[in-house]
């Protein structure tokens, strides 16, 4: 009877038991739901406040590129406002500065005349070598009186400048270039800001730019002799010489087809193309330097002591003349002598002395009953 009673009782504490345990169970797995659902519910929460976060940074930042957008267009219309008013005033002065050289050549070919005498020198400057090359631009506004200086007649490619002739005097060099190609001769010439001259040993001619440093243009020279195959008298690889005039620009050499005679060529500045060419009768190698005045050829009979203007061409009419103007010779060895319409004066290179001669022209005014 007793043991029956406790197996009864056994058993239903082995029931009452199961049902604790799975009672606890139960509430476990509700504790970990509950606890699931409030980290749900707060990371919810901290996406909702990173969703109107980043809404708000999109929107600032839509408002930032409307804003930018408004710059840019701002920007934009102020460029081209800029660009507009830029070219104005770049037109209104090319248009100024051709202007000037138009009036400028106008002025020069209305006072042109024919040479009737050769005064001077006034000595400039003792510097260099015996044998050289200076000059300015016929060309140049008013305000620009640079001086460009090239020492020997060959294996040189240096070209200093000077800002004035004041500067040149004091020796006060501006600036030095360095031309591409050595020169030959001392017969160069600058002409509207660019520098023309003869390549070393050829009869090829360079343009080179001062303003660009670059050389814009360079064209064989036909037949023309060159490497003292047709120099002056005093040699030096002179046997191309390029002049500038009221008319533009030229060349004079000599030629095999011309028997060794002065040929003159009229160049078109830009492209270096011979335009015109006129062959004279006189022989190059007696000639010791020759410059041209509005249109017309004038050659000295010699580089030394007692020479004189002996020989004029007029490329108009196709006529020659001997002439019979002297001038002084003051340092007795004359490499370089070449004509700036601008100062109506000859410069020269003198025995190593930069010199100045004036000259006086006769002018013939025409009119309507005169035609």
Known sequence: MFFFCYSIFFVLSTDICAIKINECDWLVTHFVWVVQVQNMSQSIEVLNLRTQRDFQYVMKMENQMKGLRTKFRQIEEDRKTIMARNFKVKRSRCLNSLLITVLSVCFLIAACGKLMKITGPVTVKTSGTRFGAWMTDPLASPRNNRVWYMDTYTNSKVVREYKSMTDFVSG????????????????????????????????IIVKYSFETGRVLAQRALEYAGFHNVYPYTWGGFSDIDLMADELG???????????????????????????????????????????????????????????????????????YEYTDIPFHNQYFHISMLDYNARERALYAWNNGHQVIFNVTLYHVIKTEDDS
């Open 249 to 319: 620009l030229w060349a004079v050499y000599a030629t095999n087809q011309n028997a060794g005679n002065i040929v003159v060529s009229e160049l078109e500045p830009e492209t270096l193309e011979v335009q015109r060419t006129w062959n004279t009768e006189y022989s190059k190698r007696n000639a010791g330097e020759s410059f041209m005045i509005c249109g017309t050829l004038y050659i000295t009979n010699s580089h030394l002591t007692g020479a004189k203007v002996y020989y004029s061409y007029n490329t108009k009419t196709s006529t």
């Open 172 to 203: 006060l060099e501006s600036r030095t270039y360095y031309l591409p190609f050595k020169w030959a001769g001392t017969n160069h010439v600058v002409y509207n800001g660019s520098l023309y001259y003869n390549k070393e040993q050829s009869n």
